[in-house]
């Protein structure tokens, strides 16, 4: 499964794609800094799934899914709860508070490939949300 | 502090009426009307003179208690509160006294045993004995009522002040900064341990520094420049080049007194509001210098100054100028404005304390 990480802080990058090295499953097919350079990699690599930061300079995490017509998988990596609320009415599969615990991430991974494999016969799961963001296929 | 009139005070007043309508229905029907008609037989004038004995007693101290409390009578000192009490109730005995005389008069056409003055001066004197009585009692229970609003108020008080207390802290570590600066150490471990471990000592330092219990209202200026040092060490990690410090304080400034977390607070906020929200990053000024007598502390970065964020609640800057004010009163400022050149400045002014 190809997987976006978006995080202005590269300490914080970095130390996700160390947790991620654990799940060979999940192939990390680029990091990006900032929301647009999110949105340019999203278009160019069609990512199965994001591990999205909340706050971040120039366009957050929010802002960046509402720009998207067609929107992978979201779990949403942040440093501070406040913003869990938020995420679940947006239908994030996940929400990962840092520092992330290994645990929590394996959970996040399990609950993304059941999605997405039901997603192969029941189109109805990769709705993310509200209808905004219906993935046509 | 306001009290919310509530259950209490409903439970306060069934409470008076209770007393009240026990006190004077025993005195007046389970004493005075038995022994009159006893002597008188069921006469009108007895009984209709007795209902109404019982009214006009409940009013005419109820009357008594609202003017207490308009008064605030209860808060004098004892012996003053008594006084007044006292003499009260013994008005309330004459008025009393002059309206038994009156209603049996007017009921009976005729004075009868009211003729003798001697009669009326000893129900005079037995009903101020009831009113003092009164009086003791009223006195009593307010008391012991109002220690346990005392005693409830502090309680309440004191969470209100832990609360606040707890809110000061929750501006001074920013819980954003702690889970970052933790993340940012995990991820360390491995490729830096020398490094991860000069951050957990700063993080250390930083902590210790704002969770100060007991912390004096001034410290050297020097000790709150060491403390932002270490949190822009670590904020320097997170944010690599993006965060550009500048850091300039005359030796002369080191020593004078400032209130603590106060510059610390605006370097915080300087990275929250402005640093932080520029995808390339930008510089960070902070100098001190003495202008004549006056420290001026000076915070000035890349940013601009806009509607505050939904997400934000001021309470650093706000929390700041209240420390101020109380500390240096109205002779210090604090001041944010913009600088030009696409920059922010707070401004600290704080004259000598001596």
Known sequence: ?137 | MEIPKNGFMKRTNAQYWTCQIAGWGAYSFAAGLPTGVLDHGWRPSVVIGYILFFLYSIGLTHLLRREAKRRHWTALPLPQALARLVAASIAIAAVQSALVVGIYAAIEGQLGVWSRPSSIVFMFIGLSVIGTIWTILYLTITSQRHSYEVRRNEKRMKAALGEAELRVLEAQVNPHFLFNCLNSIRGMISEDPAQAQDMITRLANILRYSLQRDRPHTVPLASEVEAVSDYLALESIRFEDRLRVHLSVEEVACQRAVPPMLLQMLVENAIKHGIEELPTGGDLFIRACLDGDVLRVEVENDGSLSEPRPDTTQVGLTNARERRRILYGEQATLELAPRGQGRVAATILIPSLA
């Not at chain 1, 899914?65 to 929107?71: I, S, T």
């Open chain 1, 1 to 137: 499964m190809k997987a976006l990480i978006i995080d202005d802080e590269r300490m914080a990058r970095q130390e996700l794609r160390r947790l991620l090295a654990a799940h060979p499953e999940i192939e990390i097919a680029a990091e990006a800094r900032s929301g647009e350079e999110a949105r340019e990699l999203i278009l160019q690599l069609a990512p199965d799934v994001l591990f999205l930061d909340v706050q971040m300079p120039g366009m957050s995490g929010f802002e960046l899914l509402q720009q998207l017509d067609d929107v992978p998988q979201v779990i949403f990596t942040t440093a501070y709860d406040q913003y869990a609320l938020k995420a679940f009415e947006i239908s994030a599969l996940d929400y990962l508070v840092k520092p992330v615990a290994p645990a929590r991430l394996e959970a996040a991974i399990a609950k993304t490939f059941s999605c997405w494999n039901r997603k192969e016969t029941i189109p109805a799961c990769t709705s993310q949300t509200n209808g905004r963001w219906f993935r046509a296929h």
